[in-house]
């Protein structure tokens, strides 16, 4: 039998060039992308394929202010400092009225200047509230889909809780929505998985372990992933989770780190 | 493909991450079109879109130094940075509109925006391209044809779609899979750049 969680994760690559995956996934595919140039290569493919998906209609008008737009911004990138005016002196031989149109077109230039700044700093502010907002959209998305888990299964939720000895241990919840086969997965103080590795969640079927989820944590040792697929529960009697190579295995090739058993009802 | 490249996109990028703005303009006269059209697939907009593509060249002149072309093309790498940005204006202002948008949008025959090009020698893709994209469009199942639309054109995450059709996750994660890999085996031969050696 081939390893099914490596075929999971290179599924998710098209996904995730798509931008189709929800956050929790992407976090846990970038973690692995990161140790296993395989996967790097299909997102590559995937991101050609999504270039040219954009070209399905033709081409939308491109504006020729467009370009000195562009050339404009990269330029303020390039110089912080704004060019500072520089009015002529006024010498003894200048007429009032010519000193009076050099300070009209001085404070022009300034007047000028100063909306550009102000604009420039609008702008820029829009643009960062634009990314917060889409960061708040993004976490609230994400919390969407772990109520929906937890309410849609009504009475048929199934808690599970897996440990490892110690009082300080990690440790890990699985709620499994036994209608739909899907759960919320919660592990807390869980190191990070080393590089080149991933944590691989096991259910225990009549005796026999079927590969599940590869996920790891980040730096404070804890993890919700939404939207976890699982198989049928029939026969299932515990769950449990190893530190595999990255991609995952179809057997645990590592001692058990954290287990569980089925609550019995 | 625009005219004959003398200088690979990749050069250009090069030169970009030396402070060439030269590069920088010729790589936008070689891909803003591409950028633009990222942009208005998901934006439907043409401000939001042209903002999008000012944003975009901006990040590209400041990670130019990170560019990898083993990773992928330079129009890729544009157009995923278009993407990506498109996604979070479209997600920040709300699903409802963009599932309207979606149930409108449609892939297939190229479709004319009424306006021409300012720049005829840059189109997003050449006929051949577009024809063969919208015929590995049309040759897809609908359902799995649908799951794309959505992904794509509605920038949907997957849980999204499944909720939207009612269907249960893993159909729609497999329907996303089979589509973007018969996509991929059959366009291979249209990318926008040979891959990386």
Avoid: C
Avoid at chain 1, 70 to 95: C, F, H, N, Y
Avoid at chain 1, 149 to 159: F, G, I, K, N, P
Avoid at chain 2, 106 to 121: L, N
């Amino acid at each position: 039998m081939n390893a099914p969680d490596r075929a999971e994760l290179r599924d998710l690559a098209a996904a995730y060039a798509l931008g189709a995956l929800d956050q929790a996934e992407a976090s846990a595919f970038e973690a692995a992308m990161q140790a296993d140039p395989t996967l790097v290569r299909e997102v590559t493919e995937y991101r050609e394929v999504q270039a040219l998906l954009a070209g399905t209609e033709n081409t939308p008008s491109l504006p020729s202010a467009l370009k000195d737009r562009v050339m404009a911004r990269v330029t303020r990138e390039k110089t912080t400092a704004l060019p500072t005016p520089t009015p002529g002196r006024r010498t003894e031989a200048t007429p009032r009225w010519a000193w009076l149109s050099i300070a009209a077109a001085v404070l022009a230039v300034v007047g000028a200047g100063v909306l550009f700044q102000q604009s420039r700093q609008l702008r820029s502010e829009l643009e960062a509230n634009r990314q917060d907002l889409a960061r708040v959209q993004e976490v609230l998305t994400e919390r969407e889909a772990t109520l929906a888990t937890l309410l849609d299964a009504e009475r048929e939720l199934t808690v599970i809780q897996l440990v490892a000895a110690g009082p300080q241990a990690p440790g890990m919840q699985l709620f499994w929505n036994r209608r739909t086969n899907t759960a919320v997965l919660h592990a807390f103080r869980l190191p990070p998985a080393p590089s080149g590795q991933v944590y691989q969640l096991w259910l225990i079927r009549d005796g026999v372990p079927v590969p599940s989820q590869l996920f790891t944590t980040g730096a404070d040792g804890s993890v919700v992933l939404a939207g976890v697929n699982l198989p049928p529960g029939d026969g299932v009697s515990a769950a449990a989770v190893t530190l595999e190579p990255a991609g995952g295995s179809a057997q645990p090739t590592t001692p058990i780190l954290l287990v569980g058993a089925l609550p019995t009802s | 493909m625009p005219t004959a490249q003398l200088v690979s996109d990749a050069d250009l990028v090069q030169r970009m991450a030396r402070g060439e703005d030269a590069a920088l303009a010729g790589l936008y006269d070689r891909w803003a079109s591409l950028v633009l059209a990222t942009a208005m697939r998901l934006t439907r907009d043409q401000s939001d879109a042209e903002e999008i593509v000012v944003e975009a060249f901006a990040q590209a002149w400041k990670s130019a130094d990170r560019f990898d072309a083993s990773r992928g093309s330079v129009p890729a790498w544009l157009s995923t940075m278009a993407r990506s940005r498109a996604l979070d204006l479209v997600r920040a202002r709300g699903r409802r509109s963009r599932l309207e948008e979606a149930s409108v949008a449609t892939v297939g025959a190229p479709r004319s925006t009424g306006e021409g090009p300012s720049a005829p020698d840059a189109p997003v893709l050449t006929r051949e391209r577009q024809r063969a994209v919208a015929e590995a469009l049309g040759a897809l199942p609908d359902p799995q044809r649908q799951a794309i639309e959505l992904a794509y054109f509605g920038g949907l995450s997957q849980s999204e779609i499944a909720t939207q059709l009612g269907e249960p996750l893993g159909t729609i994660k497999t329907r996303v899979r089979l589509a973007m890999a018969k996509l991929r085996d059959t366009l291979r031969p249209y990318y926008h750049a040979e891959p990386a050696q």
